[in-house]
């Protein structure tokens, strides 16, 4: 058997497929090759999962130590990073008490090691209903809205985070209305950070595709005119107005939706040069596909 280390996932199955167009191009040693392998693939994802939750619990250990500095802290945070985006992983993390230590993270004066731990919470809460509960308890949603006012890293970083904890999760939906985040995440349009720009737009026409009731609210919060604002013509592809055309479009749908005639007539005009100028642009199809929504519920 190869004496190479596999130290991933994807290594483990490259060498899988190696393996078996070895054995396929020899020919007669299947059904004898079969099981070596088998054995093979059982041990190596029995050491994988041993050495990743090693690995876990020396992370927390290092951030646990009050002598580490926070260059040592951001680079724990980044092993951790490295696994925390499979679902088991990240459920043992929790499991290991990992939690207590990445909220001392998240309100550290650091920027580096805070913005780690951030991006942390929101990649364990992808689709990941346990990390959300859990998450949700500890109150992190109350402490990620307190940055949303801070410089872009941070409230880029945030508003990932804050996606990922409510999303297709009704409870952190909840919480998040209760706290006052949606006012938060609307000011967020007032930005000039790009980034952040475009996460609080993606966040606003997720939750307002998801529940009825957050899409009214955020028109009652006047995000649909604090869009319009910033709608202008492109002649490319341009992903800040795809996610600008998008929020727009989900807000529209809105029972609440009653826009100012004058700016009505503006937005009507931006969106037949924003049509006529990229209708033929393949990568332009869902700008289009947009303008033309947001169309049919002003015209």
């Known amino acids: 058997m190869d004496g190479r280390r596999v130290t991933t996932l994807q290594g483990l199955l490259k060498f899988a497929i190696e393996q078996g167009q070895c054995q396929d191009s020899g020919g007669g040693t299947y059904d004898e090759m079969d099981h070596e392998r088998k054995a093979f693939l059982e041990n190596a994802f029995k050491s994988m999962t041993i050495d990743v939750m090693e ?12 002598s580490t500095s926070n260059a040592q802290k951001s680079n724990a945070l980044n092993l951790i990073r490295d696994h925390i985006d499979n679902i088991d992983f990240a459920n043992s993390f929790v499991k290991l008490g990992g939690t207590n230590i990445l909220i001392e993270c998240l309100k550290s004066h650091d920027e580096n090691v805070r913005i780690a731990a951030i991006n942390i ?5 992808q689709n990941n209903a346990f990390c959300q509960k859990h998450f949700l308890e500890h109150n992190i949603l109350k402490l990620l809205i307190t940055y949303l006012n801070d410089n872009e890293d941070l409230v880029s970083s945030s508003l990932y985070a804050i996606s990922a904890l409510v999303r297709g999760f009704e409870p952190g939906a ?3 209305i209760a706290i006052g985040g949606l006012e938060l995440v609307v000011n967020c349009l007032n930005t000039s950070f790009t980034r952040a720009f475009i996460k609080a737009c993606f966040l606003i026409s997720t939750l307002s595709t998801e529940y009825m009731l957050v899409r009214d609210e955020f028109v009652k919060l006047g995000a649909f005119e604090k869009l319009a604002n910033f709608l202008e013509v492109i002649t490319d592809f341009d992903v800040k107005m795809e996610a600008l055309l998008r929020a727009m479009a989900e807000l529209s749908q809105s029972k609440k939706f009653k826009p100012d005639e004058e700016l009505k007539g503006h937005i009507i005009k931006t969106l037949h040069d924003i049509i006529s100028q990229n209708e033929k642009l393949p990568q332009c199809e869902e700008i289009v596909e947009y303008s033309n929504t947001l169309l049919d519920k002003l015209i």
């Open 55 to 66: 690995e876990l619990s020396q992370a927390i250990s290092v951030l646990e130590d009050n």
């Open 121 to 125: 919470v929101a990649e364990m809460s």
């Open 174 to 176: 909840a919480e998040l």
